[in-house]
């Protein structure tokens, strides 16, 4: 019936129908006359139904009260037979290799009944040293992530089904062998290779499918540096820098602290030189960008220079150096000796308004530490760049910093643009028959103007190996799952000297197949015979064949074997590489910058090239300089969000040449101006529930003929339409109020110093403060055994975030989800308070890890109407989340806002609960509890882990060592900066801190006794200039 | 002034309703409490292991079968293969041993009933109750006695706390070598 027959009629009887009164009337009263007339309840027998029904229930319940059955306790199951190296309850390690990036860290697994539950560095790993970046630290829960693919797929056009492994080996193994039949190729794309095996396997596909070509990538590369070494040194392999020897450091355009290169280690060498004990010997590191980057926030001296100004900037250098200061060196080749005489320093200065006061003391720092500082150029910028930076090293001595016996190496080569250039040719001819995604995305990778995505509709057989869906695999005829790196078998060389080994830590959770697995089973060219021991049989045996003659090892292979993968480490004694500069080669290099706006394309700090999106830990990780989560956008300076008209949150639309996008505006402090930068990684369309449509692409505006694929110029700008909210962890504006921006400051939250008052007079933190008064309204309690402290180096603090995601990793902590974020219902225990000062033009950052500070006279224990927390005897705050009620006076009456409360369950909350399917209660660490709704909780100063300490001092018959126990953030952080322990214990390193000239309480003056001290920062300031 | 059935309901029903509730509250209160903690909890198991048998009569210590129990919060329930140690020649003709040996070769895992439980939120660790000396049966009972095993103490809050409070009146024999239990939150909440 449709809806236009609305005067149809319905009717229950003929009477009705005729509409007659009689009806009418009967219908006015609910039963009709006489109806009633014999019901008197008065003779009704006086136990009614009711009543006996009544009495019937209450009496069955008194029944069951008190004669009920016992309550059934469920089962509890014994392994058949338990694994020999387990105990229930004690958690095994397994040292192996993160395939998260090309650094390839050595990473030591965590498991408790055979599931990896935390993921920390392998300490025995000469580079990693037990530190592991955000990403690899949360890449556990890509592991029990409930979109992993699970099947093999097959299908056409987004439309896949599942099929069996052995079918679908069949079908491909055909299309392999007519491929090769035909004299078509077979084009094998992967991401950097930096394992020997994974080579010899490559190697071997070739042998037996004659067409296959490799193409390796990376979203992120050095292919710039590595260019400018091989022109400057005749060798592509650049070596490893020794930057814990370098007393003066100048960073141009390049976050080493933040994303590039391996960012960890280098964390770790930059803060070894700045230890307060040791103030003579600091780093003085100096930056020019023109972005705000994780190095600008942690410089002494920030440059604004505009990234297209870069070599103009080296070149005037060179000129100061060679010419005004006379550091010649006499085999410059006379061409290029005249092209650094067009540069001059001073007028370099007056052009960007930069002060002549440090750039001097630059100067004069560079040529008083020749041989002991390091000029470094970041990635983005061009090969010319790179070259005027060698020389400039090798004008300043500086090579005495290249470690020459660790290079970077690689398996491959990454391949040069025209050679996907020609692939992607051959596939609109016709002359591709099969493409290989080996677990990589280039879908969405390439620059658009390759064309790759409608070449692939020309490929017959396009095979994606993933483990998540992606823009690539969507494309695809055949979609392969495979194995975490936790379930799968690998070696990797990084550098040379070292290898990595790779090993699983658990069973396939999923019908999934390791990467490899299914290139070796195609080379044995049968679905038949598949063993999912394949591929360690494999590279067991190119070791035993290939790589362990020639370490010459007097033990025998099996024994060297098990050793070196219980280490997961090989080192071996590399040849030293003779380093050879080719000055007088280099005759002239020249780059024309082009005026205008400039578009700068970044790595993010977060979700790697995009293959992070799907994990919410990390989406919700605040972004290091801005605390932006779950978004990119662009950073600009605020002159030139002036210039636009634009505020935070408003949108402008990025032209070029036809490419356009519209993206929210974030104001940077620090930024140069006429510069707009985005992070790569976001947009992605086909990220999963989590990561899908999160912040925007910015590789559109990559292109295949940019010489410097991340400096885009002839950028257009303009404000576009509408408004955009960013789910922010911290206040972004008022930025350019004086009085808010010196606020921290003033309330002495961040108390900062200078190395030279520091060196002048060692007391001058303390000297003239005033002292608080100890007063308390309450008894003290007097703390005799154990009390916990910790404390924080600031100077050594850089604000990576690692911690962050070590913590919620440790302690089970939600993804929430950007709406929470937006109304400040983020859980994360611990943050990282960014602090600018100064100017907004040119601010002076200050990083500051907060959390629960344990105060001896907690506020918010006082306030809890039901003692949830209170203190113990040995100075924690606990959270007793059964007793918790949710009144939330606790987190009110918490001065540094530490508490967090959980207005949902979040795992149910998140995306309809996405984070409460049954995959990720394996992830969880059984130690500690996962928090439900309405119960507020904080950090417990690693409680699981100080009891497991007391646990092994009980059974070892021992006293507590507080020094022995490591708190998540603790063990984390590559820096080292957080010290934890009992502070009672004689001489231990949280006594020393503790004691410290330089330790300070935050809000010390509202006299709560925090039990978190801060080593306030000292500025490593050139003396000569001014601030 | 007239009596209602008001006045009735209100001075003599209600207060005998409201009393004989109270009345049968309290006795099933005090009559159902060790039902409610469990004391006396004996199901029946998948096999009838005996440790009146196993412990008592053939003096098998704890830890030879509950292996584990010095190193991590778990005392952690013997798996078949132990049981197969002496049972793969021991008795191997009884029908209870056919059973476990029956579990054993198919790989599958025996569903003992759980007796003992304390709740998921409370992180009670045997490891460091063992290693103090405690012996098992200060908690478990006299197992050695018991042909079937059921709980013998309760195991709610009060009764941990009673015996951390009181730990040299409940356990003389330990007076000079441990500690009163620390009975703040964290030792057994996080």
């Known amino acids: 019936m449709s809806r236009n027959e609305e005067n149809k009629k319905f009717w229950l009887s003929l009477d009705d129908l005729k509409n007659s009164l009689s009806s009418a009337k009967a219908k006015e009263n609910e039963f009709a006359d006489g109806m009633t007339d014999e019901f008197k309840p008065e003779d009704m027998p006086s136990h009614s139904r009711r009543k006996f029904l009544a009495l019937a229930g209450a009496s069955a319940a008194f029944a069951a009260t008190a004669c009920t059955d016992y309550r059934d306790k469920g089962e509890i199951i014994p392994y058949n037979k338990k694994p020999d190296d387990m105990t229930i309850g004690v958690a095994n390690y397994y040292a192996s290799t993160c395939t998260g990036c090309s650094n390839a860290c050595g990473i030591l697994i965590k498991t ?237 200065a007056g052009k960007n308004k930069i002060s002549d006061s440090i750039l001097s003391s630059l100067v004069d720092d560079l040529i008083a530490n020749k041989g002991k500082s390091i000029v470094y150029a970041g ?330 694929q991340f400096i885009i110029h002839g950028v257009s700008i303009s404000k576009a339409a509408g408004k955009y909210k960013f789910a922010s962890t911290q206040e972004h504006h008022a930025i350019n109020e004086p009085e808010v921006m010196d606020f921290p400051k003033k309330r002495h939250i961040v108390q900062e110093g200078t190395v030279a008052a520091f060196i002048s007079n060692p007391d001058f933190f303390k000297e003239g403060k005033p002292k608080t008064e100890d007063i308390s309204i309450v008894n003290r309690v007097e703390y005799k055994g154990t009390k916990w402290a910790m404390s924080i180096d600031l100077n050594k603090c850089v604000g990576c975030g690692i911690c962050v995601s070590a913590c919620n990793v440790e302690n089970n902590v939600p993804v929430v989800g950007k709406d929470q974020v937006l109304v400040g219902r983020e859980m994360h225990w611990l943050r990282i308070d960014r602090y600018f000062s100064e100017s907004p033009e040119e601010p002076e950052t200050s990083n500051q890890p907060i959390l629960c500070m344990h105060c001896d006279d907690a506020p918010c224990e006082n306030v809890c109407p039901v003692v949830a927390t209170n203190h113990s005897p040995d100075g924690l705050n606990q959270m007793v989340y059964n007793r918790c009620v949710g009144t939330r006076y606790c987190s009110n009456n918490c001065p540094y806002k530490v508490r967090r409360f959980n207005f949902f369950n979040f795992r149910n909350h998140f995306e309809d609960g996405y984070y409460h399917k049954d995959s990720l209660s394996l992830m969880h660490n059984p130690e500690v509890t996962v928090r439900s709704r309405g119960v507020m909780e904080k950090c417990t100063f690693c409680i699981q882990r100080i009891m497991e300490a007391r646990q092994e001092a009980i059974k070892n018959g021992v006293p507590l060592k507080g020094s022995e126990v490591k708190t998540a953030c603790q063990e984390a952080c590559p820096a080292e900066a957080i010290t934890f322990g009992d502070a009672h214990e004689k001489d231990s390193p949280i006594d020393y801190m503790r004691n410290h000239k330089l330790g300070y309480h935050v809000l010390e003056e509202l006299n709560i006794k925090p039990n978190v001290t801060y080593i306030a920062r000292l500025r490593n300031k050139a003396t000569e200039v001014k601030s | 002034m007239k009596k209602t059935v008001l006045d009735y309901t209100l001075k003599v029903r209600l207060p005998v309703t409201v009393f004989v509730i109270i009345l049968s509250f309290i006795l099933t209160f005090f009559v159902s409490r060790s039902e409610r903690d469990g004391i006396g909890y004996a199901p029946e198991q998948p096999i009838k292991f005996s440790h009146k048998l196993h412990a008592g009569t053939m003096k098998i210590d704890c830890q030879y079968c509950h292996a584990g129990v010095e190193k991590g919060r778990f005392a952690t329930i013997p798996t078949p293969s132990i049981c197969m140690n002496c049972h793969k020649i021991a008795r191997k003709d009884k029908p209870e041993i056919l059973k476990l040996a029956a579990y054993f070769s198919s790989g599958k895992a025996i569903p003992w009933k759980r007796i003992h439980r304390v709740p998921d939120y409370a992180y009670f660790n045997h490891s460091v109750h063992v290693n103090k000396g405690i012996d098992c049966k200060n908690c478990h009972g006299d197992v050695a006695k018991m042909d079937v095993v059921s709980q013998v103490h309760s195991f709610t809050m009060g009764s941990c706390l009673n015996c951390h409070r009181n730990a040299h009146q409940r356990l003389p024999e330990l007076a000079r070598q441990i500690k009163l239990g620390p009975d703040n939150c964290n030792a057994c909440h996080r």
């Open chain 1, 379 to 708: 990635d983005v910028l061009s090969v010319e760049v790179h070259i005027a930076v060698n020389i400039l090293n090798e004008v300043l001595g500086n090579n005495a910093l290249y470690n020459k016996e660790r290079q970077n190496l690689r398996q491959l080569p990454i391949s040069e643009n025209a050679e996907i250039e020609s692939l992607i040719n051959s596939m609109y001819n016709g002359n591709v028959g099969a493409v290989i995604h080996f677990d990589t995305n280039p879908v969405f990778h390439f620059a658009p103007d390759f064309g790759y995505a409608s070449a692939l509709t020309k490929v017959p057989t396009v095979i994606s190996m993933c483990e998540h869906e992606n823009e690539s695999s969507f494309r695809s005829n055949y979609i392969l799952p495979i194995h975490h790196n936790f379930e799968a078998w690998g070696d990797f060389q990084a550098r040379t000297g070292l290898y990595s080994l790779q090993q699983p830590v658990i069973a396939p959770l999923y019908n999934t197949r390791q990467k490899e697995s299914i290139l070796h089973n195609w080379i044995n060219g049968s679905a038949e015979n598949y063993s999912e021991d394949g591929y360690h049989q494999y590279m067991m045996k190119n070791w035993e064949q290939n790589i362990y003659p020639q370490l010459m090892i007097a033990s025998g292979f099996q024994s060297f074997w098990f050793a070196a993968l219980q280490e997961g480490i090989v080192n071996y004694k590399s040849p030293v590489q003779a380093l050879q500069f080719n000055l007088s080669s280099i005759e002239a290099i020249d780059y024309k910058p082009s005026k205008g706006i400039v578009l700068v394309l970044n790595k993010n700090y977060t979700i790697g090239d995009g293959r992070f999106a799907n994990n919410g830990w990390l989406q919700e990780l605040p972004h290091p300089v801005s605390k932006v989560t779950w978004d990119n956008y662009a950073a600009i300076s605020l002159n030139t969000s002036k210039q636009l008209g634009v505020k935070i949150g408003d949108m402008i639309s990025i032209n070029m040449n036809g490419k356009k996008i519209t993206i929210p505006v974030m104001i940077q402090p620090g930024m140069a101006d006429d510069v707009v930068s985005i992070e790569l990684g976001y947009g992605r369309k086909f990220g999963g529930t989590v990561g899908t449509n999160v912040g925007f692409d910015g590789i559109q505006f990559m292109s295949k003929n940019n010489s410097t």
């Open chain 1, 112 to 348: 408790r009944e055979g599931r990896p539950i935390k993921i920390d560095g392998n300490p025995d790993h000469p580079v990693s040293k037990g530190k592991i970046c955000a990403a690899g630290q949360a890449n556990i829960l890509n592991l029990y992530d409930p979109e992993r693919l699970k099947e093999p797929m097959s299908g056409t056009n987004g439309k896949f089904k599942a099929i069996s492994w052995k079918e679908i080996d069949n079908s491909i193994i055909e299309a392999l062998n007519k491929s090769s039949a035909d004299n078509k190729e077979i084009a094998i794309i992967t991401n950097m290779v930096l394992s020997p095996t994974q080579k010899k396997l490559f190697d071997d596909f070739k042998l037996k499918y004659p067409t296959t070509k490799i193409y390796s990538y990376e979203l992120f590369n050095d292919k710039n540096r590595q260019s400018a070494w091989k022109r400057c040194y005749g060798e592509s392999n650049f070596p490893v820098i020794s930057w814990a020897d370098a007393n003066v450091i100048l960073s141009l355009e390049s976050d080493f602290l933040g994303n590039e290169g391996n960012f960890v280690e280098q964390i770790r060498l930059f803060s070894g030189k700045r230890n307060v004990d040791d103030a003579k010997n600091f780093n003085r590191l100096y930056v020019a960008e023109g972005g705000m980057s994780l190095t600008g926030m942690n410089s002494d001296h920030r440059l604004r220079i505009h990234p297209a100004n870069q070599f103009e900037f080296v070149m005037s250098l060179l000129n100061e150096i060679i010419f005004a200061r006379k550091t010649s060196l006499s085999i410059l080749n006379p061409a290029f000796t005249s092209i650094i005489g067009k540069y001059n320093l001073k007028d370099f």
